[in-house]
């Protein structure tokens, strides 16, 4: 079986969940779900052994091949750690929501279907090797993120949420989008393998840089990286299980994701490790200052995540300088950052599930309500302590590991001689030492605001107690992972973190083997990073204990002046801008709206037409002129006037079937006398049709219309007529395949057996298109019985009410 198929399993369970809702009410549905990520999880840690071994696996399903358009699944050792990652942390976020999600209060159906969608998204974005379906995949994790962030439905701040954070990072994505297209001009190909092998030639190509910018604003938007982060606190909206999943571990670090795989097409660019670098670091710096701010857990925690995002950011851009310099400590960056992504999917999916069972248990997520919860639930606080501490970066949890190294890489940054860090890379150390200060006080104002302290129990709105235990154990499990991969970093990284490194770094390095990096938590007292961590925690433990004198501070800036308030003016004017364009041309007349349909296209057809040259005219091939027919033209254009012009119901309809009989005598003149029959055939039913239904219809109007309408309407239907005249005699004059028509001589008695060509063709060569056109009258005509059934049953219930 092709493992393709494999990103599809979770949408193609998802269609047997609403049935298995509705049938299997003695257990939780989540049971069912459950085993999608376990089956995947599993049979993905096979390919361990070959990506350790610097090998690849692909598996190709053909979608539209005569574009170079694939479901290619490519597993390398960057795909395969994120595929691990949301197979993996989505089993847990799967058993943590049987928990958590109520299956008498919940609608248990469609909250699984959008889960199960999303994992597919996911799953095609991270193994995806050509642009297009990766960008496929990419829109359908915003539209499957929409469903699960707006999950409660009912809440105003659910559905503003789910349609802030589709209108960003749809944006974002149709800027990717953008950037592929002109990736592929530039290589010729969708594929990125491909186009990763092409990346010195590329680099010189005018497009080179516009492509680069394009394809950060979708990794941007996606990540929340500053200044689109604004629309991952509002989705915290969504379901606790949901931010767990998107946000620790998935849709965040698609833009991680998109940034590691196209490092070897754009990391020789000093724009991508400028934007890369200088984005990250100016987020974690932003996230950390105002994670401070808020005042509920998961707000706490989203900006956190904005913050941590930041950090693997700016780590990628630095590792993308390894490109110039054969310094190992910039390699050393990208090792780092691919480290951190999985401490962070470990600590912070652990502390979003924490969060949600503090809510679920005390009934506000209001850490101001807060405090004295250790004694009360002392398994939540002892996973809380893990998570956080290792998000402040202390021993001996795995966040301290890749804080060292994260540290290490920005002193590093100082001494790069090259796009002038040598003069603004003192900035580096310095950001990244005061936001590390600050991400230290928000994981104590946590966990210590939270656990330990006054108790304030009479201000809940019910009783805390501890969690039940199916619920602690998905945090737990990740809990737990905090501190063994903390002892056992060697043995991940030589699973995991090399074989994805080389997948960024290609042509650095001959096999994960080669990459000589071996991580420790002792560098001796002469470690830099030994030093900036002390200053961090002193510091940082003075900001905690004083938080109340500093944080007036945030209300210095203006309301007005933030992003969000940007976001919500630009929706607003925005609206009434469509409002006021929208009053504008919808007056409720239908033919205003052909009007504007008719000139939009006429005026595109011709303008096309000219300017690419594609109008020939070629007139050997015409038939001749006879007097008959131009006779019959002269008749035709005076009938059709006649409709135009005519005053009189009667009339036009008379003349509207003059010009019906007159194309049918242009079919007798050309020798095709069963199109003469039909048109005749069509034209006496119709008039007769309308004739009978003559007393019914409307009296002719002129909707109000002046002259200077007319003269528009003239002049738009001339534009029509000379649109269709054209292409019709170019279409004519230019034939790039041969004729089909020719192939209907020859095998009309032959292969069909036929003797009249008009009815072979319909019977046999266009049989689907006849049946179909059959069954779509069929239709009309049902839907046509239908009404005058409930139209004849209504009347009778009428008449028996009187």
């Known amino acids: 079986m092709e493992f393709v198929l494999l990103i599809f399993l979770p949408v193609i369970f998802a269609i047997l969940i609403p049935f298995a809702y509705k049938q299997v009410k003695g257990i939780h549905t989540g049971w069912l779900?459950?085993?999608?990520?376990?089956?995947?999880?599993?049979?993905?840690?096979?390919?361990?052994?070959?990506?350790?071994?610097?090998?690849?696996?692909?598996?190709?399903?053909?979608?539209?091949?005569?574009?170079?358009?694939?479901?290619?699944?490519?597993?390398?050792?960057?795909?395969?750690l994120f595929t691990l990652l949301i197979t993996g942390i989505g089993s847990l976020v799967v058993l943590y929501s049987v928990f958590y999600m109520d299956k008498k209060k919940e609608d248990l159906g469609s909250f699984y279907v959008y889960l199960l969608l999303f994992m597919t998204a996911m799953l095609g974005v991270v193994q995806s090797d050509n642009t297009i379906t990766l960008y496929l995949f990419w829109e359908l994790t915003s539209i499957s993120s929409f469903l699960l962030i707006g999950f409660w439905y009912t809440r105003d701040k659910s559905r503003f949420g789910a349609l802030?954070?589709?209108?960003?990072?749809?944006?974002?994505?149709?800027?990717?989008?953008?950037?592929?297209?002109?990736?592929?001009?530039?290589g010729n190909t969708f594929s990125i393998r491909e186009l990763i092998a092409?990346?010195?030639?590329?680099?010189?190509?005018?497009?080179?840089?516009?492509?680069?910018?394009?394809?950060?604003?979708?990794?941007?938007?996606?990540?929340?990286?500053?200044?689109f982060y604004i629309w991952l606190p509002d989705a915290m909206e969504a379901p606790t299980p949901v931010s767990a999943y998107l946000h620790s571990a998935t849709m965040v670090k698609a833009g991680i994701y998109l940034v590691a795989r196209f490092t070897p097409i754009?990391?020789?660019?000093?724009?991508?490790?400028?934007?890369?670098?200088?984005?990250?670091?100016?987020?974690?710096?932003?996230?950390?200052?105002?994670?401070?701010?808020?005042?509920?857990?998961?707000?706490i925690l989203a900006f956190s995540t904005v913050s941590q995002l930041g950090l693997i950011m700016s780590l990628l851009g630095a590792g993308a300088i390894s490109y110039h310099t054969t310094e190992a400590m910039f390699a050393f960056a990208t090792y780092a950052a691919i480290f951190h992504l999985i401490n962070h999917a470990t600590f912070k999916g652990g502390l979003f599930m924490i969060a949600g069972i503090i809510d679920h248990e005390t009934g506000t997520r209001d850490i101001r309500k807060l405090g004295g919860l250790m004694s009360v639930m002392p398994?939540?606080?002892?996973?809380?302590?893990?998570?956080?501490?290792?998000?402040?970066?202390?021993?001996?949890?795995?966040?301290?590991?890749?804080?060292?190294?994260?540290?290490?890489?920005?002193?590093?940054?100082?001494?790069?001689?090259?796009?002038?860090?040598?003069?603004?890379?003192?900035?580096?150390?310095i950001i990244a030492w005061v936001a590390s200060v600050f991400t230290f006080t928000y994981s104590l104002y946590f966990v210590l605001n939270t656990f330990v302290g006054q108790k304030k129990f009479e201000q809940l709105p019910r009783q805390p107690h501890e969690a039940p235990i199916g619920m602690l154990i998905a945090p737990m499990i990740l809990a737990s992972l905090v501190l063994i991969i903390f002892f056992i970093p060697n043995l991940v990284g030589k699973w995991i973190i090399k074989p994805a490194v080389m997948a960024v770094q290609p042509t650095l390095y001959a096999s994960p083997d080669a990459i000589d990096i071996h991580v420790q938590a002792w560098h001796g007292f002469g470690s830099t990073a030994l030093w900036l961590t002390v200053g961090i925690v002193i510091v940082g433990s003075l900001f905690y204990v004083t938080i109340p004198k500093w944080q007036p501070l945030y209300k210095i800036q203006p309301a007005k002046l933030s992003l969000n308030e940007g976001y919500d003016a630009l929706m607003r004017g925005s609206e009434k801008g469509m409002n006021r364009l929208s009053r504008f041309y919808m007056?409720?007349?239908?033919?205003?709206?052909l009007l504007y349909m008719f000139a939009f296209l006429s005026v595109t057809v011709i303008a096309v037409l000219f300017i690419k040259d594609a109008f020939v005219l070629?007139?050997?091939?015409?038939?001749?002129?006879?007097?008959?027919?131009?006779?019959?033209?002269?008749?035709?254009?005076?009938?059709?006037?006649?409709?135009v012009f005519a005053n009189s119901r009667l009339a036009a309809i008379i003349a509207l079937g003059g010009v019906g009989y007159s194309v049918a005598l242009f079919f007798v003149i050309f020798k095709a006398p069963d199109l003469a029959l039909t048109q005749l055939v069509i034209e006496t039913v119709s008039v007769a049709l309308f004739l009978l239904a003559f007393k019914h219809l409307p009296a002719l109007s002129s909707h109000g219309e002046t002259a200077k309408t007319k003269i528009v309407n003239f002049v738009v239907a001339l534009s029509v007529g000379v649109m269709v005249t054209l292409v019709a005699l170019s279409s004519h004059s230019q034939k790039l395949i041969p004729s089909i028509s020719q192939y209907y001589k020859d095998t009309v008695a032959t292969e069909a057996g036929g003797g009249n060509i008009v009815n072979v063709i319909l019977v046999d060569y266009r049989g689907f298109d006849t049946f179909f056109e059959i069954g779509v009258l069929a239709i009309a005509g049902i839907a046509v019985l239908g009404m005058i059934r409930l139209r004849v049953s209504r009347k009778e219930t009428t008449d028996e009410n009187k």
């Open 618 to 643: 070629d007139m050997t091939s015409f038939a001749a002129l006879s007097l008959y027919g131009v006779l019959n033209a002269i008749i035709l254009v005076l009938a059709v006037g006649f409709v």
């Open 164 to 186: 802030k954070s589709m209108m960003i990072t749809v944006f974002g994505g149709l800027m990717m989008l953008g950037g592929f297209a002109l990736l592929s001009i530039m």
């Open 198 to 227: 092409q990346a010195p030639e590329l680099v010189n190509q005018p497009y080179f840089t516009l492509a680069l910018v394009l394809i950060l604003l979708g990794a941007f938007t996606k990540s929340a990286q500053f200044p």
């Open 379 to 429: 398994l939540s606080f002892t996973v809380a302590l893990i998570g956080s501490l290792s998000m402040a970066g202390l021993p001996p949890f795995n966040g301290f590991l890749s804080k060292e190294m994260f540290l290490d890489s920005m002193v590093a940054l100082q001494h790069f001689e090259l796009f002038n860090f040598d003069t603004w890379g003192i900035l580096f150390p």
């Open 33 to 80: 779900v459950l085993l999608v990520p376990l089956a995947l999880f599993s049979y993905y840690l096979s390919f361990i052994p070959l990506v350790m071994d610097g090998g690849h696996a692909i598996s190709e399903l053909k979608w539209i091949p005569s574009l170079g358009i694939t479901f290619t699944s490519y597993i390398d050792g960057l795909s395969l």
């Open 587 to 593: 007056d409720g007349v239908i033919r205003s709206y």
């Open 266 to 299: 754009f990391g020789t660019s000093s724009t991508w490790i400028w934007l890369v670098t200088g984005i990250g670091l100016l987020t974690l710096f932003w996230g950390s200052f105002f994670a401070v701010k808020q005042t509920d857990l998961k707000a």
